[in-house]
């Protein structure tokens, strides 16, 4: 079965600051791996994905995305935070056999200081 | 392109009475569509997979006579929370496939918020 940890369940950072959000995965293939953002009471916002091929995914919005085999696990990241950016960021793995299918982490809620 | 949308936004009914919830895909046809409940400050939880024309698959401790799952057309699935109460009270997120594109990408509509008196 595939499984998604989010480590931090909440994070602080500044505004202008550089922001790196966890994710680990447990699957017994190559994934299929996705960040959303979910904006307070909002549906999800897909930012990246990987599949296959270049390791280093960018995404809307500035962001990225860097899969690590040898760790089970693809952190987002943003080298400049914007206040706009604060809102809830949740990593999903879906099968290969059935990618449409994702399982979610809990999600990390980003708060962005002034 | 590739928008859901979901109607309604947020609905409150009493204990008791059925709601219905649509979500449709407004510029793509979808064979596949997901439905996810979401309590606050939690994970999504995915609570069945309609498939346009036949039954829905439910998981694992979700009630297929309470969620009733309709998908009758390319770009409409409805969910039917029947006898609702308190604990049915979420927010209900569906998604979608877009037929014919790439099968891995989930495109989600804004939500159901549910509150049951």
């Known amino acids: 079965a595939q499984s998604v940890t989010q480590p931090d369940i909440h994070i602080t950072v500044s505004e202008g600051a550089s922001l790196e959000l966890r994710c680990n995965y447990s699957?017994?293939?190559?994934?299929?791996l996705f960040w959303y953002v979910q904006s307070p009471g909002q549906g999800l916002q897909l930012l990246l994905k990987?599949?296959?091929?270049?390791?280093l995914v960018q995404g809307i919005k500035g962001f990225e995305a860097e899969f690590k085999r040898s760790q089970s696990s693809f952190n987002l990241r943003k080298p400049s935070v914007h206040w706009s950016d604060a809102a809830e960021y949740f990593c999903a793995v879906g099968a290969s056999t059935n990618a449409g299918k994702s399982t979610f982490g809990d999600g990390t809620t980003l708060t962005v200081k002034p | 392109g590739a928008v859901v949308s979901q109607h309604p936004s947020w609905v409150i009914c009493k204990s008791g009475t059925s709601v219905k919830i649509e979500c449709r895909s407004l510029?793509?046809?979808?064979?596949?569509m997901f439905w996810y409940r979401q309590f606050p400050k939690q994970s999504l939880m995915l609570m069945a997979t309609s498939n346009e024309g036949s039954k829905a698959t439910y998981e694992q401790g979700v009630e297929k006579d309470k969620f009733l799952i309709n998908h009758a057309s390319l770009t409409l699935s409805t969910l039917t929370v029947t006898s609702a109460h308190p604990e049915d009270s979420s927010f209900y997120i569906c998604?979608?496939?877009?037929?014919?594109?790439?099968?891995?990408?989930?495109?989600f509509g804004p939500g159901t918020r549910l509150l049951v008196l």
């Open positions: 510029d793509f046809q979808a064979t596949t």
């Open positions: 998604s979608a496939l877009a037929t014919g594109l790439d099968q891995e990408t989930q495109y």
């Open positions: 699957y017994g293939a190559t994934p299929y």
């Open positions: 990987y599949f296959s091929g270049d390791t």
